[in-house]
């Protein structure tokens, strides 16, 4: 059974710090993806990896993708309020690509 | 573009009650998926839809059910309700089977008493 796991479970920061979160299998993946949810709200698709070792940047958040496509990292530079909220990966199920996979998410508060 | 529009937003039924979830998607998606969330167990899949069709299903029971209309709405019905089934229900559409890219409408709050 493929799982991800993320971590930390919850990350308390101050305005302006740096932070990097992770999404961690035994189980190759091909392709991860990463997304925001708010409270109240549904999940917002931030970003997809395919190939191992790729980067991504959207604005001051970077994605990785591990060379063996098992991890993958979300690093956020100079966090701002505004990036509060759960920080979501999944990826397809080998046995039925349309069937994805969720962590269970790292919860960000940044503090003003 | 409108996004995808689920409703209502809030419920609270009681136990052994039934109820029936709406999820409109994406205009020209075609493909809708549910999923339960919950604290302790996060998003767990339900069910998709494609065409009319269920093409795939998670492990709940017989109770959760689904249907999908020609326009690609769809709703999902959850009978003889139990506690354990207060959760955020999440409908998301894709263009496509086999696109993983998921949107998300903002959920149902089910609560059950």
């Known amino acids: 059974t493929q799982l991800l796991e993320q971590s930390p479970q919850f990350l308390s920061i101050q305005e302006g710090e740096n932070l990097t979160v992770y999404c961690n299998s035994s189980?190759?993946?091909?392709?991860l993806q990463w997304y925001r949810q708010e409270p109240g709200e549904g999940p917002v698709l931030l970003v997809t990896?395919?190939?191992g070792g790729e980067v991504k940047k959207l604005k001051r958040l970077t994605f990785q993708f591990g060379d063996a496509r098992k991890d993958s990292s979300l690093h956020i530079t100079a966090a701002q309020p505004g990036d509060t909220g759960l920080y979501l990966c999944?990826?397809?199920?080998?046995?039925?690509?349309?069937?994805?996979?969720w962590g269970l998410g790292t919860s960000l508060a940044v503090n003003p | 573009k409108a996004g995808v529009t689920q409703t209502p937003r809030y419920l609270i039924k009681t136990r052994g009650q039934q109820v029936t979830l709406s999820c409109s998607p994406i205009?020209?998606?075609?493909?809708v998926s549910w999923y339960q969330q919950t604290p302790g167990q996060g998003l767990q899949f339900l069910f998709e839809?494609?065409?009319?069709?269920?093409?795939n299903k998670g492990n709940f029971p017989g109770r959760f059910s689904g249907r999908q209309f020609s326009n690609s709405r769809s709703e999902m019905n959850v009978s003889t309700l139990e506690l354990g089934d207060s959760a955020l229900y999440l409908c998301?559409?894709?263009?496509?089977?086999?696109?993983?890219?998921?949107?998300f409408g903002q959920g149902t709050r089910l609560t059950v008493v």
């Open positions: 998301a559409s894709s263009l496509a089977l086999g696109r993983p890219e998921a949107f």
């Open positions: 205009s020209g998606h075609r493909s």
């Open positions: 839809y494609f065409s009319e069709t269920q093409r």
């Open positions: 189980s190759v993946f091909s392709s």
């Open positions: 990896v395919v190939t």
């Open positions: 999944a990826g397809p199920d080998a046995g039925n690509n349309r069937k994805l996979i």
